[in-house]
């Protein structure tokens, strides 16, 4: 198990809870917490008493997305756009393929705000579930920048072009209530029974079908690219590999036998 300086890992009950630890800066992402939610992802994948995964932040803030004063520390002296291209590919934009790869779910407990590529991250995870205390931002054009770490692309796909543009460009925050009815949250609770609602969906999911669960993340993920008739052949092979294990047999008995059905924890498809 790795030793972690700026988030906190827990797991319960099959649940991994990463939690962004840097609460006085509203969880502000540097290079170190984005290695560092890597490590904690890695750990995840590799134990099979791990059947997902709880991204949230310490205190008042989900996010509030790249730590700008460490970015300036980190790269005096070196050419700014070299130093920035670096930075988002092998630290923010590895954070977020982890997340997208990891064969298991990831759910987002967004406790506050959720603010650029704190914003991404949060778009990165499968699901998302909010309070009322939950908000959106895609701060970039406030500081003469574009959306990155993922959210031209995780943003458009779940809320649309126009949509996308819309918060790309004026960098307005979006509330509980918008991102519920957008697309941006898929469940909202009261602010008291976020953490305890985030555990408890993400211990539901893993207590599903492993390999099927990782298969329908994967299929999902990658069907805009296939398009319809190569996602239709996916969909066979990956029907014909879940038909022949353990789990569909229990599941069907479970259906006859009007009972719950109760999965193997066999580990899910790298």
Known sequence: MAEYNLILVETRDRVTTITLNRPDSFNALTGEMSDEICLALADARSDDHVGAVV?????????????????????????IGDFVRNH????????????????????????????????????????????????????????GLVPDAGSTYLMTALIGTSRALDLAWTARRVGAEEALTMGLLN???AEAELAA????????????????TAMAKEAILGAAERGLSAALD???????????TDDFREGVAAFLEKREPRFGQAPARS
């Open 187 to 189: 469940r909202r609770v």
């Open 88 to 143: 988002l590919r092998l630290h923010f934009n590895r954070m977020v393929l982890d997340i997208r790869r990891l064969p298991k779910p990831v759910v987002g407990a967004i406790n506050g705000v959720a603010a650029g590529a704190g914003m991404s991250l949060a778009l990165a995870c499968d699901l998302r579930i909010g309070s009322e205390k939950s908000s959106f931002m895609q701060a970039f054009a406030r500081v």
């Open 55 to 79: 991204i949230t932040g310490a205190g008042r803030a989900f996010c509030s997305g790249q730590d700008l004063r460490s970015m300036e520390e980190e790269g005096a002296g070196s050419d």
């Open 197 to 212: 609602a985030a555990q408890e969906l993400a211990a539901s999911l893993a207590r599903g079908p492993a390999l099927a």
């Open 234 to 244: 996916h969909e066979a092979d990956l029907q014909a590999q879940c038909i022949a």
